[in-house]
C-alpha cells in the first residue's frame, strides 16, 4: 500500500475536502519512517474517516531535529513579525471555520453550530489574542546598589512539546501553540490519536501564512509511542501537556529520567457547585446543566459534583431534572443538537461500567443511566450521592453528574475539598459576600460565581493538587514559555 500525505474526505452533507493525513515536518507533509498509519473513525457513526501517518520514536527525532534548526532564526526573528504570521494563521482559521468546525464534527462528535464558536473561533481569537503578546513580552530593571545596573530579560524556552487531549482538539492547539510561538519557541505538537485531524489541517494553514519551516512540527501518532518520544526527547526544554492525571504524572516523572524539562500539566477534575438557598433557581440549573452536559460531559472542568443547600435540595432537583430533559440528543451535523456521542468504544464502556458501579454503590438514579444506541449515553444525574462513593469522587469524563446537599458554607467546603483535584468550582448564590468568601475560600484554580464554563483566554486556566501544575492562557502562560535570564553590569 502507498501511503498518501492527503486523502479526500467525505463529509455528512454532501461536501468533501482534502484533509492533510501525514506528518507535518520542516514545513512540508511527509509519510511516517515506519510506513505505518492510524485510523480515525467518526464516533457518531463508528466508521473510519481516514487514516493519517502513525508517527514513532524515529519520526519525533525528525521534528525535534527540525524544531531545532528552525530554533534560532525564529527566536531572532522580530517579535513583531512573529506577531503578524500568527495574525495571518488567526485569519486563515477563521477563513476556513466552516470546515475546520465539520472537521471537529465528524473526527470528535461534536455538535457542529457549538464547534464553530467554542472551539474554532475561540481558537482563532485565542492564536489572535497572542499574537497581540508576540512584542509585548518584556523583562525588568531593578535597583540595588549605585555601583551596578540589574537586569532581566526574558527568552524562548527552545523546542517545545504540546501534548494535546481529543476533547478540544483545536482549541487546545490554539491555547499552546499560539503563546508558545508568541514568545518565540519552535514547537513539535502531538494531537491526540483518537482526533488528529483539525491539527493536521492548522498545518496546512501554518504552511499558507507562511511561517519558517521547521518552526511547527506537527506528529500524529499514540500516546505510548510518539508521545513518550517527545517526553523523553533530549532536544525538547518543555512539555505542555493536557490530558489524565495518570499520564499527566508519567510525564513529570519521565521528564526527571531524561532531561529535567521545563512541564505544565493540565489533567483531571472533580469540579464542585454549590448551589446557596438564596440563589435564582431557574438561572443556576440552566448554568450547572451546561457545566456538566457541555461536550458529552468530556471536560476536564465539567460540573461532575454538585451540592446543594438542603432547604432548596428538592426544588432544585425537580427544575434540573426538567431542565436535563430538554437536552438534545443526536446527530452532530443536525442544528439542535446538544449531545453527540462519546467519543470512543472505550470511554462509552468506562463510563457505563461507572454507571453501573454508582447503582451497585446505592447511588439514587434520578435521571439517564441508559445509552440508547451506539456510543451515546444519555445525560445522567444520580442524587443523595455520598462522599464516600466512587461516582462521586472519580473522574468520569462523561455525562454524569452527582448531587448531594448541603447545611451551610462550612459543610459546603468540606465536601467540596474532599478531593484531591483542584481545577474549577461554581458557587451560585445571590448574596455577594457569601459568594466572595466562598470564591477565596475555595483551593482550586478557577472559581466561578453564579456561572459555569466562562472561560476565556485573558484569564489563566489550570489547577492545583492532582489537577496539574502550571497555566494555560493569560499572561501567565508566557512565563511557562519563557526563560528569565538575570544580567548585573558592574558600572
Ligand atoms: P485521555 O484519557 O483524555 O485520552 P490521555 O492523557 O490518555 O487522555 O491523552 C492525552 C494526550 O496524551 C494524547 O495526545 C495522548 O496520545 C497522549 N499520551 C498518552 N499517553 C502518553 C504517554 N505515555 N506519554 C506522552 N503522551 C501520552
Redesign the pocket.
Known amino acids: 500500500m502507498t501511503l498518501q500525505t492527503e486523502s479526500i474526505v467525505e463529509l455528512p452533507d454532501g461536501t468533501s475536502y482534502r484533509q492533510p493525513v501525514g506528518l507535518f515536518i520542516s514545513g512540508e507533509f511527509t509519510t511516517a519512517q515506519g510506513q505505518l498509519s492510524l485510523d480515525t473513525v467518526n464516533p457518531y457513526t463508528g466508521t473510519i474517516i481516514c487514516s493519517v501517518a502513525r508517527g514513532r520514536s524515529d519520526d519525533i527525532d525528525a521534528a525535534v531535529s527540525a524544531a531545532q534548526s528552525a530554533s534560532k532564526g525564529w527566536k531572532d526573528t522580530p517579535p513583531r513579525q512573529r506577531g503578524q504570521l500568527l495574525q495571518t494563521l488567526a485569519q486563515l482559521m477563521r477563513r476556513d471555520a466552516d470546515l475546520l468546525a465539520k472537521i471537529e464534527a465528524v473526527d470528535a462528535g461534536k455538535p457542529v453550530h457549538i464547534a464553530k464558536e467554542a472551539d474554532v473561533l475561540a481558537a482563532a481569537a485565542c492564536v489572535q489574542y497572542y499574537a497581540g503578546w508576540a512584542d509585548k513580552i518584556k523583562g525588568d530593571t531593578l535597583e540595588t546598589d549605585p555601583k551596578t545596573l540589574n537586569l532581566t530579560v526574558r527568552e524562548p524556552v527552545g523546542v517545545c512539546g504540546l501534548?494535546?487531549?481529543?476533547?478540544f482538539p483545536i482549541l487546545m492547539v490554539g491555547w499552546k501553540m499560539a503563546p508558545a510561538l508568541a514568545s518565540g519557541n519552535t514547537v513539535v505538537l502531538?494531537?491526540?490519536?483518537?482526533t488528529p485531524l483539525s491539527a493536521l489541517y492548522v498545518g496546512k494553514l501554518v504552511q499558507e501564512a507562511g511561517f519558517p519551516p521547521g518552526v511547527v512540527n506537527i506528529v500524529t501518532?499514540?500516546?505510548?509511542e510518539?508521545?513518550?518520544a517527545?517526553?523523553a526527547h533530549p532536544g525538547v526544554n518543555k512539555i505542555s501537556?493536557?490530558?489524565?492525571?495518570?499520564?499527566?504524572k508519567?510525564?513529570l516523572s519521565?521528564s526527571a529520567d531524561s532531561s529535567l524539562k521545563r512541564i505544565t500539566l493540565e489533567?483531571g477534575g472533580k469540579s464542585p457547585s454549590v448551589i446557596f438557598n438564596d440563589a435564582d433557581l431557574d438561572e443556576v440549573v440552566e448554568w450547572v446543566n451546561g457545566g456538566i452536559f457541555y461536550n458529552m460531559g468530556?471536560n476536564c472542568c465539567a460540573g461532575s459534583r454538585i451540592y446543594v443547600q438542603e432547604d432548596v435540595y428538592e426544588a432544585f432537583l425537580e427544575k434540573f431534572i426538567r431542565r436535563v430533559e430538554k437536552n438534545v440528543m443526536g446527530d452532530p451535523f443536525h442544528e439542535k443538537t446538544f449531545l453527540g456521542p462519546q467519543?470512543s468504544a472505550a470511554?462509552h464502556a468506562k463510563i457505563m461500567g461507572m454507571i453501573e458501579n454508582a447503582r451497585t454503590q446505592g447511588a439514587v438514579l434520578a435521571k439517564g443511566g441508559e445509552s440508547p444506541h451506539g456510543w451515546f449515553i444519555e445525560p445522567t444525574v444520580f442524587r443523595d450521592v455520598r462522599q464516600d462513593m466512587d461516582i462521586m469522587r472519580e473522574e468520569v469524563?462523561g455525562p454524569v453528574v452527582a448531587v448531594a446537599s448541603f447545611k451551610d458554607a462550612s459543610d459546603a467546603l468540606a465536601k467540596v475539598h474532599d478531593t484531591c483535584y483542584g481545577l474549577a468550582a461554581a458557587v451560585f448564590t445571590s448574596d455577594l459576600k457569601q459568594g466572595l468568601g466562598m470564591a477565596k475560600s475555595i483551593k482550586a484554580g478557577t472559581i466561578w460565581v453564579n456561572c459555569y464554563n466562562m472561560i476565556t483566554h485573558e484569564l489563566p486556566f489550570g489547577g492545583c493538587r492532582e489537577s496539574g501544575v502550571g497555566k494555560d492562557l493569560g499572561e501567565d502562560v508566557l512565563s511557562e514559555f519563557t526563560n528569565t535570564k538575570s544580567i548585573r553590569i558592574m558600572l
Open positions: 501534548i494535546i487531549p481529543w476533547n502531538k494531537p491526540a490519536e483518537l501518532g499514540f500516546g505510548a510518539a508521545g513518550a517527545l517526553v501537556f493536557t490530558g489524565s492525571t495518570p499520564v499527566g508519567g510525564i519521565a489533567l468530556q467519543i470511554q469524563f
